[in-house]
């Protein structure tokens, strides 16, 4: 069951923090237990741990959805939670013991020979509250229907890396690929440079995407992320716009080119961490022009998610571009969320 973007909180449903992981239902039968992803690719191989703590911690035979998360003394560790997407079996079980997983469950789907997905949410909650109590690994996610407690958590559980809130109907049953509940996240602007673009899968006289910096409190030009949702005729005036910027490597910020550490070098043109048939290089351009760009939250020095085109800001200085705009949120421990968890 998906969600869809809201702008404000809506009245009359339950509401649960929104978690930063991977989405995911589990499956057990006996002995044998499933991960599957959203989009329906196992994940079984990934979380060891997860394996062996459903055959401790969950009803014999379920069904429930949920989100795999890696919870830290400092929140969510989402970067963590993709260095365990690894085809080596042997660093995947390094990782489990080292940064070990959990499962936040929101809804239940089957118990038993019961299919639940019929039933309102309501019900389907207080089963789920009913069965899966005291674990170490499968947690129940916090839920209310007051929804001023609900624009608290909003603003509060940023601070241990959660991003919103999720509001679903307290009737309705659950309908797997249809956008019935509602989620709200975080929306921020900041002022960003220019510092590079990729090409456009097209050809090469359009834009695919622009890389984004900013400056750190010793000058250093970080990169922060990428912004590339235009109109196919707004990615050709822009690859003409930005061709009287281009630079060399060797008088840009970023040459990757010149250091040894793979982390920098894949950062910055190497390839990806994740698909290494995927092409990371970039032109590189000088720092001049500044972009107002739409993100929801941080994630260390980055933007979690891919941000959104505002406007140029041709009246800002590039070196005015800090870190400092940046809004913090507030520290929150995850365990003052689920008690047990990070």
């Given at each position: 069951?998906?969600?869809?973007?809201?702008?404000?909180?809506?009245?009359?449903?339950?509401?649960?923090?929104?978690?930063?992981?991977?989405?995911?239902?589990?499956?057990?039968?006996?002995?044998?237990?499933?991960?599957?992803?959203?989009?329906?690719?196992?994940?079984?191989?990934?979380?060891?741990?997860?394996?062996?703590?459903?055959?401790?911690?969950?009803?014999?035979?379920?069904?429930?959805?949920?989100?795999?998360?890696?919870?830290?003394?400092?929140?969510?560790?989402?970067?963590a939670?993709?260095?365990?997407?690894?085809?080596?079996?042997?660093?995947?079980?390094?990782l489990?013991?080292?940064?070990?997983?959990?499962?936040?469950?929101?809804?239940?789907?089957?118990?038993?020979?019961?299919?639940?997905?019929?039933?309102?949410?309501?019900?389907?909650?207080?089963?789920?509250?009913?069965?899966?109590?005291?674990?170490?690994?499968?947690?129940?996610?916090?839920?209310?229907?007051?929804?001023?407690?609900?624009?608290?958590?909003?603003?509060?559980?940023?601070g241990?890396?959660?991003?919103?809130?999720?509001?679903?109907?307290?009737?309705?049953?659950?309908?797997?690929?249809?956008?019935?509940?509602?989620?709200?996240?975080?929306?921020?602007?900041?002022?960003?440079?220019?510092?590079?673009?990729?090409?456009?899968?097209?050809?090469?006289?359009?834009?695919?995407?622009?890389?984004?910096?900013?400056?750190?409190?010793?000058?250093?030009?970080?990169?922060?992320?990428?912004?590339?949702?235009?109109?196919?005729?707004?990615?050709?005036?822009?690859?003409?716009?930005?061709?009287?910027l281009?630079a060399?490597?060797?008088?840009?910020?970023?040459?990757?080119?010149?250091?040894?550490?793979?982390?920098?070098?894949?950062?910055?043109?190497?390839?990806?961490?994740?698909?290494?048939?995927?092409?990371?290089?970039?032109?590189?351009?000088?720092p001049?022009?500044?972009?107002?760009v739409?993100?929801?939250?941080?994630?260390?020095?980055?933007?979690?998610?891919?941000?959104?085109?505002?406007?140029?800001?041709?009246?800002?200085?590039?070196?005015?571009?800090?870190?400092?705009?940046?809004?913090?949120?507030v520290?929150?421990?995850?365990?003052?969320?689920?008690?047990?968890?990070?």
């Amino acid at each position: 069951m998906l969600s869809k973007a809201v702008t404000d909180i809506p009245l009359g449903a339950s509401y649960e923090p929104k978690w930063d992981g991977f989405r995911s239902i589990v499956f057990r039968d006996g002995d044998e237990v499933e991960l599957g992803s959203r989009n329906e690719r196992p994940m079984t191989r990934y979380f060891p741990e997860l394996v062996e703590a459903a055959r401790a911690e969950l009803p014999a035979r379920c069904v429930i959805d949920g989100e795999i998360v890696i919870a830290t003394a400092d929140g969510l560790d989402f970067e963590a939670l993709q260095l365990r997407l690894h085809p080596a079996a042997s660093r995947v079980r390094m990782l489990a013991e080292k940064t070990p997983a959990s499962f936040i469950a929101f809804d239940l789907l089957a118990l038993g020979d019961t299919d639940y997905t019929s039933r309102p949410f309501v019900e389907r909650r207080a089963e789920l509250e009913r069965v899966l109590t005291g674990g170490h690994t499968f947690h129940v996610t916090p839920a209310t229907v007051d929804v001023d407690t609900a624009r608290r958590w909003f603003h509060e559980f940023e601070g241990a890396g959660l991003d919103g809130v999720i509001a679903k109907p307290l009737d309705g049953p659950y309908l797997p690929d249809k956008r019935v509940m509602f989620k709200v996240k975080h929306q921020r602007t900041a002022d960003c440079v220019v510092a590079g673009y990729r090409l456009h899968k097209s050809g090469d006289d359009a834009i695919g995407s622009l890389l984004l910096g900013l400056y750190t409190d010793d000058g250093e030009l970080a990169s922060v992320g990428v912004i590339g949702a235009f109109p196919m005729a707004r990615r050709r005036a822009l690859f003409a716009e930005l061709q009287p910027l281009v630079a060399t490597f060797d008088e840009h910020p970023w040459n990757w080119a010149a250091h040894a550490d793979p982390d920098v070098v894949r950062r910055y043109g190497g390839g990806s961490r994740w698909n290494a048939g995927k092409d990371l290089s970039f032109v590189p351009l000088r720092p001049e022009r500044v972009v107002e760009v739409r993100y929801d939250h941080m994630e260390g020095r980055r933007f979690r998610h891919t941000a959104q085109f505002n406007r140029w800001r041709p009246d800002r200085d590039p070196r005015s571009c800090t870190y400092a705009q940046l809004e913090q949120p507030v520290t929150f421990r995850l365990g003052d969320i689920v008690p047990g968890l990070g």
